[in-house]
Structure formats: C-alpha cells, structure tokens
C-alpha cells in the first residue's frame, strides 16, 4: 500500500536531490552519501527503495528539511565485469525522483605475502610455479575465496570443496585442472618388466629399482603394493608423492628381492602403483640358476675310448670342483679342478684284462658305474652324480 504524502500546508513541500546519478565502480565494499532537502514549505518525509539487494540506504525513511542519505555497496551475489543498471526511487511529500543507479564490480588485485598482485587466475598459475608453498597457503586463505568472488569465478562451490582437502598440494593441482590450466598428470613407466637371475653365490638381498615418468608439473601421489604378496619381494616405500620426482621428471621405485626365500626355479609378482583413477604395473621375475650344471659329452662309451665331464659354473667366483668314480676304469688326469665359467674335465675308459675276461665269463655285455661331482658354493655343498655306461663288449 502506498503511503499518502499529501499534507495541505501551504506553500507545499518540494524535493530537492543534490545527484542525478549514482554511479558505483568498485573491486570491493563501497559506501557514499547524498542530500535531500526541501526547497519548498512545510516539512518534507518520505522513504527511498531500489529494486537491487546490494545497495542498502540509511535511513530508508525520513522526515525533515535537510537529510544526508547514506548508501553502502555489498559484493554478495554481485555481477563481476557487468555494468547493472538499475535506479533509486524516492517518494515524498515533496514528489517523487528516480536516480539512475549504475554498478559494475571490476576485478581485485591479490597481493601476496612477498608484493606479487595477480590479476588474473593464469597469473597465479604462474605464480604457483615460482612459490609453491606461498601459493598454497594462500590457496586456503579467506582472501582468495574474496578474489575468485571478484574475479567472476564460475565454480565457487566446487572451490569450497576442494579446499577442505587436507592435502593441499593435491587440492591445488585440482583447482587448476578445473581451470583448464592444466592437465591430469598420468604415470608411464620407462621399463614395464624386470627379469633377475639369480645363482647359489648371490647375495641375500638384491636391490633393485624402476624407474617412472610424470608428464608435467601436477601433483602425483601413488599408493604401492605387490599384486600377489610375495614374501621375496619388499618395496622400500608404500608411496610416491610429487616430492620423490626429480627436475626431469622421474622417480625410482626401490625394491629388494630375498634371494633365500626363492622356493622356485621362476617366481613372479609385480610392482602395483595404484593412483586415484588408474592403475601401473611393472612385472618383476626372477629366474633363480642352479649354482653348478653338468653333464657327460654322450650317453654311452667303449673300452679305450674317452669323455668329457662339461661344467657350467654360473656363480660370479671360482669353485674347487672334485671328481671321483666308484671303479678305477674311469681315469681323470687330476682329482680336483678350479672351475670359473665353462669347464670340460676329460677321462679315459680303461678296463683291465681280469676285467675283461670277468665280464667275458659272466656274458656280461655292459657294466654300469657312477661318477661323482661336489664342490662348495657359499655354506652350500653341491654334489651330482652320472650314470656311466660302458657296453659294446667283444665276448670270446
């Protein structure tokens, strides 16, 4: 309901505003003032309203000859780089007036702790480059929330969320991938498998590493585990974080192997490295050598005829290899030999007369024996053993 500001007194009140525009140009709070008076009779009253939330008016109603208005701007729900026009209207006694009422909120200069203002979200990116850590404190700060408000930020809400993440270094890198200032960094590995082999002389614990490569600056938080659990293989760390990349880009991933703990000839797992929205995998395999291998140059021999015994040495030291039969037909030139890498240790088959005429009398085609290897690998003894046949006898 309208008021009724008719009073017959005469002469009749007249209003008088010493502006005809109010115009506001500000990046943060703003406050002003301007005069109504009455250049006419009586005793001029009325109220002021505007159809715009953040100008507020005090007094909003009056009553006397001579009145300062004073007027306050809010950024709340305010429009960034946009001129609002609107108007004030004041009805009196005296009669009405609209003032035009223009408002545009420029962009805040944030300043930072060290004298840097930044104007422009690309330039606290860069910033970030340069201070990281004074970027995400101020990343936190209340100021920054007031600058997005002034800058026109569109995802407010989503700001609000990010920063409630107690790790900022992960909120920031977020912030600015939702800003298309960056893109996600993702993991590739610079060898997806690993193969050891191991021998009876290696060391009990092997150390090894592989390595990984982010694209960019952005953050990388990685949770690692083995995919099967092994008991032979031990990671040194369970994370990765943007702190263990050096200036190019890489981190290593260490790991050690229990070479004691091998119950197999082969034995498999892999290096999980598990981020928020993928996974990498890195094969490690480890073939684990028998120390010793030996064989007989052929299956089978003759009388007077001769062989070798071909080693395969696969541990990194020279070993003391003896050499022994059960019957003195097999001759070796010595009993122990220094064996480093391949060997082939020859022997002669030598059968004596009485021999000869036992296996003659008995009509005994073939005899059968048994040569016999050992040595020391670490506190290990190795022993082998080979069949021996000697056939093809002539029987008189």
């Known amino acids: 309901m309208q008021k009724n500001f008719e009073k017959y007194e005469y002469p009749l009140p007249k209003l008088y505003v010493d502006v005809d525009k109010i115009v506001i140009e500000t990046e943060d709070l703003y406050s002003d003032s301007f005069s109504i008076k009455n250049i006419g009779g009586g005793e001029l009253e009325g109220t002021i309203t505007s159809n715009t939330k953040n100008v507020t008016f005090t007094p909003e109603k009056w009553q006397g000859n001579l009145k300062k208005i004073k007027f306050e701007f809010t950024l709340e729900n305010a429009k960034f780089g946009v001129t609002d026009v609107t108007s004030v209207l004041i009805r009196s006694n ?31 990116l860069e910033y970030e480059k340069k201070h990281h850590e004074n970027a995400k404190q101020l990343f936190a700060k209340n100021d920054f929330l007031i600058w997005l408000t002034s800058i026109g930020f569109e995802h407010l809400k989503i700001y609000e969320h990010l920063v409630t993440d107690t790790n900022k270094d992960r909120a920031l890198d977020n912030f600015f991938i939702l800003c298309h200032l960056k893109e ?172 000869m005429a036992q296996m003659s009398f008995l009509k005994q085609p073939k005899i059968n024996t048994k040569i016999y290897i050992k040595t020391i690998v670490g506190k290990n003894i190795v022993k082998k053993s080979f069949d021996v046949v000697v056939g093809n006898i002539v029987m008189k």
């Open 184 to 355: 996600k960094t993702e993991i590739s590995l610079l060898e997806k498998e690993v193969t050891l082999s191991v021998g009876g002389d290696s060391e009990k614990v092997i150390s090894g590493s592989v390595e990984i490569e982010k694209n960019g600056s952005g953050y990388v938080e990685l949770k690692l585990y083995t995919k099967y659990n092994s008991n032979w293989l031990k990671l040194k760390k369970n994370n990765i974080t943007i702190k263990d990349f050096n200036t190019n880009n890489i981190a290593k991933i260490e790991y050690e192997v229990d070479t004691e703990s091998l119950n197999q000839n082969f034995s498999y797992d892999s290096i999980v490295m598990e981020a928020f929205e993928y996974n990498v995998y890195v094969d490690i395999n480890v073939q684990k050598k028998q120390p010793l291998k030996a064989r007989l140059s052929k299956e089978s021999f003759v009388n007077d005829d001769k062989g070798l015994v071909v080693i395969d040495n696969h541990t990194n030291t020279e070993l003391l290899v003896e050499l022994w039969t059960d019957d003195n037909y097999i001759k070796f030139e010595g009993k122990r030999y220094f064996v480093k890498g391949h060997a082939e240790i020859p022997f002669e088959i030598k059968l004596s007369p009485f021999q």
């Open 94 to 124: 005296g009669g009405e007036k609209i003032i035009p009422l223009l408002i545009k909120v420029v962009s805040k200069e944030l300043i930072t702790t060290d004298g840097e203002k930044l104007k422009t979200l690309l330039d606290f």
